[in-house]
C-alpha cells in the first residue's frame, strides 16, 4: 500500500502574490493616502518580477480601491473607500434571497448592537432632523409611494453623532446594496414602513435601551418576513405615537 501524501495546493498567480507584496510595502513604508508609490520599473527591482507582473498587480488594486493611478503623474495611495466593494455587492446579491437577508441580517444585528450607545449621544438637532424625516415619510406614506431617500436619512440620523464615518459609511453601503437588489421582493406597504420607523424614534424617546433594540428588531423583522414571504407580525402597526406623529 502506498503511504498518504498531503495533496499539494497549487500556488497562487504572479500577479496575486505581487498584488500582497505591494499592499506590504505600502504599510512597511507607511505610505498614506495620497502619497506616490515607486515606478513599475523600482518595483519590480524590489520584487524580482518582471514590469508586466507588477503592470498586472497595480491595474487590480486600482480595481479595488487600494491605488489610482494619475495621469503623466504615476500611481498614488488612495483613501479608503467601500465603493469599490459597493460595485460587486449588487451583482452578488442578484444571486438569490439569502444573500439579501444574510446582508439584512447583518444590518439589523449592527444597528440593534449600537443603538445604546447612539441614544446616550444623540443630539436635539438630530432627533429634530428625524422627526422632518418622519413628516416627509408621512406624507409620501398618505399617497402610496415609497420613501428610500428619507429611509436613508433616518437611519444615518440616528447613528450620526456616534461620530464614526466608517459606520456610517457602511450603513450606506448595505442600505444602496440592499435596495438595488431587493424592492421587486418586498411587499410592505409605505405606511406600515413610516410606522416602524416612527416606532424607532419613539423607543429611543424613551430613554430605554431594550425598548429601542426591539422597536429595530421589529423594524427588521417586518422586512424578513416579507422577504420570505411570510406574514409579518408588524407589532404596534396602528398609527405613530404622539412623540412622533407629523
Not at 61 to 81: I, P
Not at 87 to 101: E, K, N, T
Not at 197 to 202: E, F, K, M, P, V
Amino acid at each position: 500500500m502506498e503511504p498518504a501524501f498531503r495533496r499539494l495546493e497549487s500556488a497562487p498567480p504572479l500577479h496575486k502574490t505581487v498584488q500582497q507584496e505591494i499592499r506590504n510595502y505600502i504599510i512597511k513604508q507607511g505610505l498614506r493616502p495620497g502619497d506616490p508609490l515607486k515606478p513599475e520599473s523600482e518595483l519590480a527591482r524590489i520584487f524580482g518580477v518582471s514590469r508586466n507582473s507588477v503592470r498586472e498587480a497595480v491595474k487590480a488594486l486600482e480595481s479595488t480601491g487600494v491605488l489610482e493611478t494619475r495621469r503623466g503623474s504615476g500611481v498614488y495611495v488612495r483613501e479608503f473607500s467601500f465603493a469599490p466593494l459597493l460595485d460587486h455587492l449588487p451583482y452578488a446579491l442578484m444571486q438569490g434571497r439569502r444573500a439579501v437577508s444574510e446582508l439584512l441580517a447583518l444590518r439589523k444585528a449592527l444597528e440593534a448592537a449600537l443603538i445604546a450607545d447612539a441614544m446616550r449621544v444623540v443630539s436635539d438637532s438630530s432627533i429634530a432632523a428625524m422627526r422632518e424625516v418622519l413628516a416627509e415619510m408621512y406624507t409620501l406614506a398618505e399617497q402610496g409611494q415609497p420613501f428610500p431617500e428619507q429611509d436613508r436619512r433616518f437611519h444615518r440620523l440616528l447613528f450620526a453623532d456616534l461620530g464614526n464615518e466608517m459606520l456610517l459609511s457602511l450603513f450606506d453601503l448595505f442600505w444602496l446594496a440592499f435596495h438595488h437588489a431587493a424592492p421587486p421582493l418586498l411587499g410592505r406597504t409605505p405606511m406600515k414602513a413610516y410606522q416602524a420607523h416612527a416606532r424607532i424614534l419613539d423607543a429611543v424617546l424613551t430613554g430605554d435601551p431594550e425598548q429601542a433594540r426591539d422597536a429595530v428588531h421589529e423594524h427588521y423583522i417586518g422586512i424578513e418576513c416579507r422577504l420570505s414571504g411570510e406574514d409579518s407580525p408588524e407589532a404596534g402597526a396602528g398609527a405613530a405615537t404622539e412623540a412622533t406623529a407629523p
